[in-house]
């Protein structure tokens, strides 16, 4: 098992996290819980923060949710472009304009109906 360094909020808030996982999966799942956690502090002692990020950053997401909600941990915000917008759709290969496809056929661009 991993050898981590506790700072008390951090180990408060992993005990939490425990609680929230299903008591009958509580032996599988700390040993990887523990290995995520000694990654994210890096040699330094894990705080409450560091568990917040392992929580956000390293669970797959139907735990993950479940988890943040047990905890209060609010979901952290979406990253947007550049501008501030979200980025364009994807362009199909065949466009509709006016109820009209156009597209590509074997001879070419054709009009069809």
Do not use: N
């Amino acid at each position: 098992m991993s050898d981590v360094k506790w700072a008390p909020d951090g180990k408060k808030m992993f005990e939490k996290l425990l609680s929230a996982v299903p008591e009958a999966m509580r032996d599988m799942v700390k040993p990887q819980l523990l290995k995520f956690l000694a990654a994210k502090a890096s040699g330094k002692p894990v705080t409450a923060h560091v568990v917040t990020r392992m929580v956000q950053e390293d669970l797959p997401e139907p735990q993950k949710g479940m988890i943040m909600q047990s905890l209060g941990i609010k979901k952290p915000a979406e990253k947007k472009s550049a501008k501030g917008k979200a980025p364009a759709p994807a362009v199909a290969d065949t466009a509709q304009i006016k109820g009209r496809r156009y597209g590509k056929g074997a001879a070419g661009p054709c009009l069809s109906r």
